[in-house]
């Protein structure tokens, strides 16, 4: 019989060339396969880092609506807003807008608990003292556990007065437009409870070290329950009187 002349032919003595078997061939493509996702889970890792941080910024936003919705109705049942923070008889300053809304953020028992007739830090409000409070913390933001970052906005560009409650009827500009609560950065963190909110402080920071809550920026809820998130530019503006109302917002990478 004629050799087949497509057949390759072998050195006298050797065994012919084996073929790959087929498991051999199927761990061949399941590499190829596995490269091939691992190439693209390398493209993809930017995109799946920056999705913790993107939850943490929508946990602010919703953290600032149901301040700005706990704020509403406040004033709905007393007519007015709460004042920055309540004073005793001599101006010492007492207690904080965070204490007065405990009961419009289902905290009405702890608020119960607090002698509001004493200051913030006095031993009788020790308990209410060592609480922490979720719904005033900020995810992004590293601080004591009973501490938050979310302050009140005073006059001009903001809702509250520092010792007197306020009519949502008698804000000189709409509600879309008039700032209610921002948030600062960690490092000027107060106790909840304390009739302090450092906008000021932390936006005299912006101009050394432009530390921001989030990556670009800071989130702040305005009086219709509305959340900015401004830019380190706007907020200098805003404050010193040279901004615009406060709904030029930045989509700066979130960290």
């Not at 401004?230 to 979130?254: H, K, M, Y």
């Amino acid at each position: 019989m004629d050799d087949n002349p497509y057949e390759s032919p072998h050195s006298a003595g050797e065994p012919p060339v084996r073929q790959p078997s087929k498991w051999t061939r199927r761990l061949v493509e399941w590499l190829v396969v596995l490269g091939i996702i691992a190439i693209l889970v390398a493209l993809l890792l930017p995109a799946v880092r920056s999705s913790p941080s993107a939850a943490r910024r929508s946990q602010c936003s919703n953290n600032l609506k149901n301040i700005a919705l706990a704020l509403q109705n406040y004033a709905d049942t007393y007519q007015a807003l709460p004042p920055a923070y309540t004073v005793d008889a001599t101006g010492r300053p007492l207690h904080s807008w965070r204490t007065l809304i405990l009961p419009f953020i289902e905290q009405r028992a702890l608020y119960e608990s607090i002698d509001l007739s004493k200051p913030w830090d006095d031993p009788a409000n020790l308990a209410a003292y060592e609480t922490t409070i979720s719904a005033y913390q900020c995810p992004s933001v590293t601080c004591p556990p009973n501490h938050t970052t979310y302050c009140a906005v005073m006059d001009p560009v903001g809702s509250f007065r520092p010792t007197e409650s306020r009519k949502i009827a008698e804000l000189p500009r709409s509600t879309s437009s008039t700032l209610m609560v921002m948030e600062v950065a960690g490092e000027h963190s107060v106790h909840w409870m304390s009739p302090t909110d450092p906008i000021e402080r932390w936006i005299l920071d912006l101009d050394t070290v432009a530390k921001t809550p989030h990556p670009g920026g800071a989130q702040v809820v305005h009086v219709d329950g509305s959340v900015d998130f401004l830019t380190p530019t706007v907020v200098r503006e805003l404050f010193s009187g040279n901004g615009q109302d406060a709904e030029e917002t930045s989509d700066a990478e979130l960290d």
